[in-house]
């Protein structure tokens, strides 16, 4: 099954027909976890727990909590399973969030997206 792509854009070959991809992929699990990252709890009235408490202005990694995000995270998504989550901290500061996600392929083999 075919999705639009997020953000939301215009396919840059045929500016008649929007990016999609396909339901499943690493390029879709990375878009959906991009999603539940920039948007801050409470901003969508109608799914208020989705999303993340801006960990931008905290002291160090003190303001997010990988063990937090990856149960919020797996109330909305069943599909995609969240491997790692390493914060990187810089200058007693946060300044990337890495997630690897744990991908069943076919005969039960396992590979890091």
Known sequence: MRLLS??????????????TLEFGTP?????QIEAFMLTQ???????ADFGIEDPTFGSGNAN???TTFVS??????????????????S????SRIEIEVNEKVADDITRLV
């Open 27 to 31: 390029e879709y699990k990375a878009q």
């Open 72 to 89: 919020e995270f797996a109330t909305f998504y069943d599909d995609i399973s969240l491997d790692t989550v390493n914060i990187i901290g």
């Open 41 to 47: 709890a409470g901003q969508r009235p109608l799914y």
């Open 64 to 66: 997010f909590d990988d």
């Open 91 to 94: 200058e007693g500061a946060l």
């Open 6 to 19: 997020f953000p939301f854009r215009f396919n840059p070959g045929d500016p008649n027909q929007f990016v």
